[in-house]
């Protein structure tokens, strides 16, 4: 099983900031098939990024994603009101997928 | 635009099975480009993905959940169900049913969840 290691988990920020949050894997990602999802309370997660660094449909350029192997990073560049969440990576890389235990994006 | 719906009870006694539907509309789940997919998520935010069927019938599940898992389509439906025998309150959590689509293996649609709780 890929264990997926998010970090910080919890990211206290201004409105207007950066965030960069990591995303480690226990073994290489294969074709770099790692996707970041953000959920909000209620809701049930959004696929913001797949293969690592391809925008899904109608997310906003300020979300960026990168990495290869084991290490990947989502970027927010400016951060909107709209942005503060929670935010899981996952592999599809293996036949079990997995998740990571998710990073908690909150206004400072 | 697709639709995925989950139905099933919310509260299930420890030691019984617990089942759920996925009622889609939008797309035929017959069709060969999507994953008809269960994940659950614990509280306090951890997300576990428990099994899909593809449209062929084809199954992959979580090796943790094999021995209690069973996963069907009924395409007359249009629908999916997930059974997990023998619960205890560890299997306590949102079920989500979740359309993956092939080309890019990652989902494109999830349905809202439903809270299944599993208490005497």
């Known amino acids: 099983e890929i264990v997926l290691a998010q970090s910080p988990g919890t990211l206290s920020l201004s409105p207007g900031e950066r965030a960069t949050l990591s995303c480690r894997a226990s073994?290489?990602?294969?074709?770099?098939?790692l996707a970041w999802y953000q959920q909000k309370p209620g809701q049930a997660p959004r696929l913001l990024i797949y293969?690592?660094?391809k925008r899904a449909t109608g997310i906003p350029d300020r979300f960026s994603g990168s990495g290869s192997g084991t290490d990947f990073t989502l970027t927010i560049s400016r951060l909107e009101p709209e942005d503060f969440a929670v935010y899981h990576c996952q592999q599809y890389s293996s036949s079990l997928w997995t998740f990571g235990q998710g990073t908690r994006v909150e206004i400072k | 635009q697709v639709q995925l719906q989950e139905s099933g009870p919310g509260l299930v006694r420890p030691s019984q099975t617990l089942s759920l539907t996925c009622t889609v509309s939008g797309v035929s789940i017959s069709s060969g480009d999507f994953l008809w997919t269960w994940m659950r998520q614990y509280p306090g935010k951890g997300l576990e993905w428990i099994a899909y069927?593809?449209?062929?019938?084809?199954?992959y599940d979580n090796p943790s959940l094999r021995s209690r898992l069973s996963i069907s389509a009924d395409t007359s439906q249009n629908q999916f169900s997930l059974t997990l025998n023998s619960v205890t309150v560890a299997d306590t959590a949102i079920y989500y049913c979740?359309?993956?689509?092939?080309?890019?293996?990652?989902?494109?649609?999830w349905g809202q969840g439903t809270l299944v709780t599993v208490s005497s």
């Open positions: 979740v359309r993956v689509l092939l080309i890019r293996g990652v989902p494109d649609s």
């Open positions: 069927i593809s449209s062929s019938g084809s199954i």
């Open positions: 293969g690592a660094s």
């Open positions: 073994e290489r990602i294969n074709s770099n098939y």
